[in-house]
């Protein structure tokens, strides 16, 4: 069962393309878009929401740009504080203003805060300030371009990807980069991103793509966090990926150049084989910076045929592959969040837990969990599968974001409830924010004041797939073994047909006490369930050659009637010469009065019970009393006790119970050396062959 989580929607009136939260406090969330240039009725902006509530969205302050301009198509937060923050924007200039070989893509802007700013992470449904009541100061600061003008005929460099480096607690340096799109040529500019007003004096190195190439993905990663040398403090990698190849680079923060770095390739998808049935190759959509030496990447197939997350080091060998869900024919984007925590064993190393968001073209979201260390070796490295989110937007997802978890300072004790946001948009003018809950990392009990990391899915613990998937399965068996000894119980007793066999699992004291012959609703216990027994019966006891099993013990019935019909005139002829007819009980109480033999208390006479039709179509039962003479002329079809089939001791057993001429409790030694004759016993020996 997935774990809970709440949700908060809100409609704009345009399109939008590009998310980012406040990195010092999720309660503010800026999104942008637009209809683009000349597009009557659909404008530009940027607005600022309030999302520190759950389930509710609101609009603090919009942006609105000039028509005549591109969209925006990315979006960023450069600096924050308690009352402000600036944010960099993607937006072309407009058509006439790039034939002129003029475009200002970089925009900056500055967006005061409303005032008794309260929202935090764990208190982000107290927040008492509504939209409405702010009355907004919005101020667009530079526009400035980056990109090396275009030499072409018909100059069309757009900036399609804007990405910055994860702002340090310290407020460290910091590097941005952007890339082109539809140039000529591609080319990512890095540049200084610790400034509110960026220039051209803030480019740190350029990137050249070759002809026709572009880049479809750019991140950036800086070395301070995960390195204990001072030099690494203004060391940043680059990596950037084109539909087919990955590459890295290095730059430095105090590098004021405008040269161009020298980046490698770490990774190519190769090209399929001569004999392959097709020729398409897998294409890269997005990466991402995990760790300075890990990088995630997202991968679709040719043709629509799927997409898969891959991890990777900065050797660009392959560390880790997962399948997205088939439904998903291809990913559109992807967004990390890094979670610190505090690991148990006995390694220095820095854990890391990283949750995963990706977006599908069936406008799903897939949010998985990665546990990994700080620095390389990486071991034991699963995905685990955290949350589906199916039928997020109305139509495609054009962005996703995290919000940055800032870990408390309190006891854990003392701490509210922690989340992680996560925001997506889509081209349906739809804003989409969903609430993760944290969960505390082994918080130690017995010391309240230690504070604890805060993670998605607690390291070690099983994913809620996997724990549905054993319930089901526990339940499924749970429910077989019943009904395996329901069918038993009901088989011993004589509820059911014989399936399982399992009066055969009974010792001969035990099958006497609880074993019960099935009987049918026509009353032939026996005959009914054998008939593939009838099917092998000698044709000497039918009427007549049977074509068939059931034919076969039909006529084995017939037989038996007309046996027994002979029997029943010379049982008349017995009765009269002994003149002895009592109840079974009486009979046997006789016998075994003053001797444990079976024939000392009846002077050397048998006893046969007779089950035989009587007047009206009714059965007769009856004990009686024979010489062994007598009862060999007569009674030429009667069996002892000892030497019947099961089934046919069953089936007598049955009918003795409802006479109430025997009980189970009496057990069967008391019929040994009784005789017994009848249309239940022909017909049980008809079919027993």
Request: aromatic fraction near 6%.
């Amino acid at each position: 069962m997935s774990p809970p989580c709440a949700s908060a929607k809100i409609t704009l009136s345009c399109p939008l393309y590009a998310a980012d939260f406040d990195p010092e406090n999720s309660g503010f969330l800026l999104v942008g878009g637009g209809g683009g240039e000349g597009r009557s009725g659909v404008g530009n902006k940027i607005t600022l929401l309030n999302a520190s509530k759950k389930h509710d969205l609101s609009e603090v302050v919009d942006i609105d740009l000039s028509r005549d301009e591109d969209s925006v198509t990315s979006l960023a937060y450069a600096q924050s504080t308690e009352l402000w923050a600036t944010a960099f924007a993607g937006i072309n200039s407009s058509m006439k203003e790039q034939q002129q070989g003029k475009n200002e893509h970089l925009r900056s802007f500055l967006l005061e805060y409303p005032p008794r700013r309260r929202i935090t992470s764990g208190e982000a449904d107290t927040l008492q300030e509504k939209a409405s009541e702010y009355e907004a100061q919005t101020k667009a600061l530079t526009r400035v371009s980056y990109f090396t003008p275009s030499t072409a005929s018909k100059p069309e460099t757009f900036q399609r990807i804007m990405r910055l480096s994860r702002k340090r607690k310290a407020n460290g340096p910091r590097l941005g980069a952007v890339a082109t799109g539809l140039a000529p040529e591609g080319e990512v500019v890095v540049f200084a991103a610790d400034t509110s007003s960026p220039s051209v004096q803030d480019i740190r190195g350029r990137i050249k793509l070759g002809k026709n190439e572009e880049a479809a993905d750019v991140d950036i990663i800086g070395l301070a966090d995960f390195s204990d040398s001072q030099d690494d403090e203004t060391n940043f990698k680059i990596a950037y990926c084109t539909d087919y190849d990955i590459f890295m680079t290095e730059c430095n923060y105090n590098y004021n150049r405008s040269e161009e770095l020298d980046s490698q390739c770490i990774h190519s998808i190769p090209y399929p084989d001569v004999f392959a049935s097709t020729k398409a190759r897998p294409r890269f959509r997005s990466l991402r910076f995990l760790t300075p030496s890990l990088l995630l990447i997202l991968q679709n197939m040719p043709n629509g045929a799927g997409s898969e997350l891959c991890l990777m080091d900065v050797t660009g060998s392959i560390l880790l592959r997962k399948r997205l869900h088939r439904k998903i024919k291809s990913g559109t984007t992807l967004t990390v969040a890094a979670l610190p925590f505090t690991s148990t064993s006995t390694t220095a190393r820095k854990q890391i837990q990283h949750a995963i968001a990706v977006a599908g073209a069936d406008t799903s979201i897939t949010i998985f969990t990665l546990n990994h260390t700080s620095r390389p070796p990486y071991t034991k490295l699963q995905f685990h599968p955290h949350l589906f989110l199916p039928s997020v937007h109305p139509t495609s997802i054009t962005s996703l974001t995290f919000s940055t978890h800032n870990p408390p300072s309190t006891p854990w004790t003392q701490t509210p409830a922690q989340y992680l946001k996560l925001a997506s948009t889509s081209i349906a003018n739809t804003c989409v924010v969903h609430t993760l809950p944290l969960t505390p990392h082994s918080p130690p009990r017995k010391r309240p004041d230690t504070v604890a990391s805060y993670v998605l899915t607690v390291p070690g613990a099983k994913s809620s797939i996997t724990n549905t998937t054993f319930s089901v399965l526990a339940a499924l068996l749970a429910v077989g073994i019943g009904a395996f000894f329901l069918q038993a119980f009901t088989e011993i007793r004589g509820g059911t047909p014989e399936i399982l066999g399992a009066k055969g699992w009974l010792n001969e004291q035990w099958h006497g006490w609880l074993a019960v012959p099935y009987v049918s609703e026509d009353g032939m216990p026996t005959a009914v369930n054998r008939i593939d027994d009838a099917a092998h019966m000698p044709l000497s006891v039918a009427s007549g050659a049977a074509e068939t099993p059931v034919e076969a013990l039909y006529g084995a019935m017939d037989g038996a009637g007309n046996r027994v019909s002979g029997v029943a005139e010379n049982v008349g002829e017995a009765v009269e010469a002994t003149g002895e007819k009592l109840g079974l009980r009486d009979v046997l109480r006789q016998r075994n009065v003053g001797s444990d033999t079976s024939d000392a208390g009846n002077d050397g006479k048998e006893i046969i019970v007779r089950h035989a039709p009587a007047e009206g179509g009714k059965m007769s039962f009856s004990a009686e009393v024979h010489e062994p003479e007598t009862l060999v002329k007569h009674h030429t079809e009667a069996k002892k006790w000892e030497d019947m089939e099961h089934q046919e001791r069953e089936t007598w057993k049955r009918r003795l119970i409802d006479a109430g001429e025997w009980a189970v409790e009496e057990g069967e030694s008391v019929l040994k050396g009784v005789f017994f004759s009848g249309l239940g016993a022909a017909v049980g020996a008809a079919v027993g062959g």
